[in-house]
């Protein structure tokens, strides 16, 4: 695939404090561990969001405690600038979008659009991958990792490249997203074009089903698909799902409110639906035969100045589907207690009895148990007016770590 290095604009106007990107209205929840009747009270909670005015990912107990973090600065782990995929006024001027934490305590993380990184557990960086990565980064159950990519290019330079959407002609840039197979050491070892994989999978009406005009100039849909998340079939969850395979790919994709599962090897698109959710992240297959979703369920328009309107109904929540049926099913977020609003991201992960929900803009974390109650609940405050974003969470159970970062402290 011909590349084209996809670079920001370098962002002025040094008035404006870079902390804002990283801050939403509060909502009245509390701050730091507002509740905590959790049975399982020597598992961690890994958090990726803005804290400390700082990028930065941290491991906290059940009571609040910091047990570790990592520091994540854009500038010091890609410091050559004329080779970054990001050229910004600001480290703050980007954020982190998927993380992963290995046994031995590395941490893998996605600065937004514009690289990853993997940091041993003390910090030090073991590679860098300086491409515009974003969203998602999954562990992949054969080794190494599946990540979210993109590629950006020139509609003039590629008349044949992906029509209708090539043939906008003009200078415009087209926003390709890509999923990147990579390896342990950060070598890409596949990319997969996801547009193109719909195309050849017979899902071209899909993909054009946006009301565009594509020969005009004027044409706004620079951002093919707004792909944000692809999960693994693992082995043990395969029974399951007798339709699909292990490896199997489940991806979301925001923009035509789709999600579809995919063998990465055959290419072949095995199951789609559209809806009922709307703006949908975080696709995940679940032990009971279905796939959930984080149901964002709220249009942009009330995400105005990159700020949460906090006067819309708040209607986001995690939805079930059977994909052999079609049956959805409400798993959270209806009833009296449980309200959400992340009018952008939000993730979930499932858990033995229960869920662990990220609610993006109210820099919130929740676990909720298998009846809807919730169990524990972190809000990110940053002083009463503000919440710190926060991208990411999973539960980190006792016995998975394999490093208590001691040597890091000598």
């Given at each position: 695939?011909?590349?084209?290095?996809m670079?920001?604009?370098?962002?002025t106007?040094?008035?404006?404090?870079?902390?804002?990107?990283h801050?939403?209205?509060?909502?009245g929840?509390?701050?730091?561990?507002?509740?905590?009747?959790?049975?399982?009270?020597?598992?961690?909670?890994?958090?990726?969001?803005?804290?400390?005015?700082?990028?930065?990912?941290?491991?906290?107990?059940?009571?609040?405690?910091?047990a570790?973090?990592?520091?994540?600065?854009?500038?010091?782990?890609?410091?050559?600038?004329?080779?970054?995929?990001?050229d910004?006024?600001t480290p703050?001027h980007v954020?982190?979008?998927?993380?992963?934490?290995?046994?031995?305590?590395?941490?893998l993380?996605?600065?937004?659009?514009?690289?990853?990184?993997?940091?041993?557990?003390?910090?030090?960086?073991?590679?860098?991958?300086?491409?515009?990565?974003?969203?998602?980064?999954v562990?992949?159950e054969?080794?190494?990792?599946?990540?979210?990519?993109?590629?950006?290019?020139?509609?003039?330079?590629h008349?044949?490249?992906?029509?209708?959407f090539?043939?906008?002609?003009?200078?415009?840039?087209?926003?390709e997203?890509?999923?990147?197979n990579?390896?342990?050491t950060?070598?890409?070892?596949d990319?997969?074009?996801i547009?193109?994989l719909?195309?050849?999978?017979?899902?071209a009406?899909?993909?054009?089903?946006?009301?565009e005009?594509?020969?005009?100039?004027e044409?706004?849909?620079?951002?093919?698909?707004?792909?944000?998340?692809?999960?693994?079939?693992?082995?043990?969850?395969?029974?399951a799902?007798?339709?699909?395979?292990?490896?199997?790919?489940?991806?979301?994709?925001?923009?035509?409110?789709?999600v579809?599962?995919?063998?990465?090897?055959?290419?072949?698109?095995?199951?789609?639906?559209?809806g009922?959710?709307?703006?949908?992240h975080?696709?995940?297959?679940?032990p009971?035969?279905?796939?959930?979703?984080f149901?964002?369920?709220?249009?942009?328009?009330?995400?105005?100045?990159?700020?949460?309107?906090?006067?819309?109904?708040?209607s986001?929540?995690?939805?079930?589907?059977?994909?052999?049926?079609?049956?959805?099913e409400v798993?959270?977020?209806?009833?009296?207690?449980?309200?959400?609003?992340s009018?952008?991201?939000?993730?979930?992960?499932?858990?033995?009895?229960?869920?662990?929900?990220t609610?993006?803009?109210?820099?919130?974390?929740?676990e909720?148990?298998?009846?809807?109650?919730?169990?524990?609940?972190?809000?990110?405050a940053?002083?009463?007016?503000?919440?710190?974003?926060?991208?990411?969470?999973?539960?980190?159970?006792?016995?998975?770590?394999?490093?208590?970062w001691?040597?890091?402290?000598?």
């Open positions: 695939m011909p590349q084209m290095r670079v920001a604009d370098v962002i106007g040094a008035q404006i404090d870079p902390r804002s990107h801050l939403q209205p509060a909502r929840q509390g701050a730091g561990v507002t509740r905590n009747t959790a049975p399982d009270a020597d598992s961690l909670i890994l958090m990726a969001g803005f804290f400390d005015d700082e990028n930065q990912v941290r491991l906290v107990r059940r009571d609040g405690e910091v570790h973090r990592w520091s994540l600065d854009y500038f010091a782990h890609f410091p050559d600038r004329t080779t970054r995929v990001c910004l006024a703050l954020d982190l979008h998927g993380v992963h934490l290995t046994p031995e305590g590395a941490l993380a996605n600065y937004e659009y514009c690289g990853t990184v993997k940091l041993d557990a003390c910090g030090s960086v073991l590679w860098r991958l300086d491409e515009p990565t974003h969203h998602s980064l562990a992949a054969a080794g190494g990792y599946w990540i979210l990519g993109r590629d950006a290019w020139r509609a003039s330079a008349p044949d490249r992906l029509p209708p090539s043939h906008a002609g003009g200078q415009q840039i087209l926003l997203d890509a999923l990147l990579v390896s342990e950060g070598e890409i070892l990319e997969i074009s547009p193109q719909m195309v050849d999978g017979g899902l009406a899909l993909l054009t089903a946006n009301g005009n594509f020969p005009l100039p044409m706004q849909q620079f951002e093919i698909v707004h792909a944000n998340q692809a999960t693994e079939l693992p082995a043990a969850l395969a029974e799902f007798p339709q699909f395979q292990p490896g199997d790919i489940a991806m979301s994709l925001r923009e035509m409110n789709l579809f599962v995919f063998d990465p090897e055959t290419r072949e698109i095995k199951w789609h639906q559209t009922p959710w709307l703006r949908q975080d696709a995940e297959f679940r009971d035969g279905r796939i959930s979703v149901n964002n369920n709220v249009y942009r328009t009330a995400y105005p100045g990159d700020q949460t309107d906090l006067s819309v109904p708040f986001t929540n995690i939805l079930a589907i059977d994909p052999a049926t079609g049956a959805t798993l959270f977020g209806e009833a009296p207690g449980q309200e959400m609003l009018v952008v991201r939000g993730q979930h992960q499932i858990l033995n009895d229960g869920l662990l929900i609610e993006f803009d109210a820099g919130r974390v929740i909720v148990d298998g009846s809807g109650q919730i169990v524990w609940e972190y809000v990110n940053q002083g009463a007016a503000q919440v710190g974003e926060i991208t990411n969470s999973a539960v980190i159970p006792a016995d998975y770590l394999q490093s208590d001691a040597a890091c402290n000598q």
